[in-house]
């Protein structure tokens, strides 16, 4: 089972992410929060309780810090 908390192994799962990102994003506004991004997370495998305790996962794709993951941050996260 990958660990889903460590940030190198979530920027592979963003690829999936940004394929999945009409299913990703429940509410449809476009961009994915940390709820949806947790959901999201869950469902391949990783450890909610531990995934919600440590964001850096989270934050490694969330480049300007505004809490939610909108398409473009997929695309910096892509080119590192
Ligand atoms: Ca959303
Ligand atoms: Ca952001």
């Not at 690829?15 to 449809?28: F, G, P, Q, R, T």
């Not at 929060?33 to 869950?42: M, T």
């Not at 305790?53 to 473009?72: E, Q």
Request: hydrophobic share 40%; proline share 4%.
């Amino acid at each position: 089972m990958p660990n889903v908390a460590d940030p190198q192994v979530f920027q592979s799962l963003a690829v999936v992410m940004e394929k999945e990102l009409a299913i990703s994003d429940k509410n449809k506004n476009g961009a994915i929060d940390f709820e949806e991004a947790l959901k999201f997370a869950a469902k391949k495998g990783g450890n909610k309780v531990q995934l919600k305790k440590d964001r850096k996962w989270f934050n490694s794709i969330d480049k300007n810090h505004d809490g939610v993951i909108k398409p473009n941050e997929f695309d910096k996260t892509l080119k590192n």
